[in-house]
């Protein structure tokens, strides 16, 4: 089976090969490939995520996966949230920051949503179970972590394991992973459980 990963994030495709292995799911091809897909003006993760898959699909008729998320920080009433890739790439951590200055509520949270459409068209959408809780930092970490999936990591605390994100190695990343389930992993549970059957 082969499954096209619509992301040049390589952050998002090592979590996927990660969690494949994981389950021994050795003989699934992850293809990942950039698109030209549009991003649509939606409220939720979960929305746009659905409507790039949906476009993908239209474009491959054959089986996709598409992971989106973002940064949802309190005091910013969820801000960037579904924009959190656009601001990534415009203001940046350094602009996060800048907005935060003088606000006590650090907290902030990743949600994120994965979409997989079967080679029939069928949508299966997966969403973050626990985890991705984090504290924003009052400036921007210097270290830069292979498998970060944004700028974001630079600024975002993790309390459980007492580190910025991108500073966090792969083995803490696997404690705090044991109490949460990301939408990828919820994914491969899943596909644990029906493929071959696919």
Do not use: C
């Not at 994981?22 to 091809?29: C, F, G, P, Q, V």
């Not at 490939?33 to 949906?54: C, F, G, R, W």
């Not at 997989?116 to 400036?139: A, M």
């Not at 972590?145 to 974001?152: F, I, L, T, V």
């Amino acid at each position: 089976m082969i499954i096209n990963f619509i992301t040049s994030n390589h952050g998002k495709i090592a979590s996927l090969r990660k969690h494949l292995a994981a389950y021994n799911l050795n003989d699934i091809i992850v293809n990942a490939m950039n698109l030209n897909i549009i991003e649509p003006q939606s409220d939720t993760v979960a929305e746009v995520s659905l409507s790039k898959a949906k476009q993908a699909f239209d474009i491959l008729r054959a089986p996709v996966l598409v992971e989106d998320g973002g940064l949802s920080i309190e005091a910013l009433n969820g801000f960037p949230g579904v924009y959190s890739k656009y601001i990534n790439t415009t203001i940046g951590a350094d602009g996060i920051i800048k907005l935060m200055v003088g606000e006590k509520n650090r907290r902030a949270n990743y949600i994120s949503t994965a979409t997989f459409i079967d080679e029939n068209g069928i949508p299966n959408q997966f969403h973050r179970q626990g985890g991705g809780q984090v504290l924003i930092t009052e400036s921007v970490s210097k270290t830069n972590n292979p498998d970060a999936w944004s700028d974001m990591w630079k600024i975002s605390f993790n309390e459980k394991i007492g580190k910025i994100m991108s500073e966090m190695t792969a083995e803490e990343f696997a404690l705090t992973s044991q109490d949460s389930k990301s939408p990828v992993k919820l994914f491969v549970e899943w596909l644990s459980k029906n493929y071959p059957k696919l």
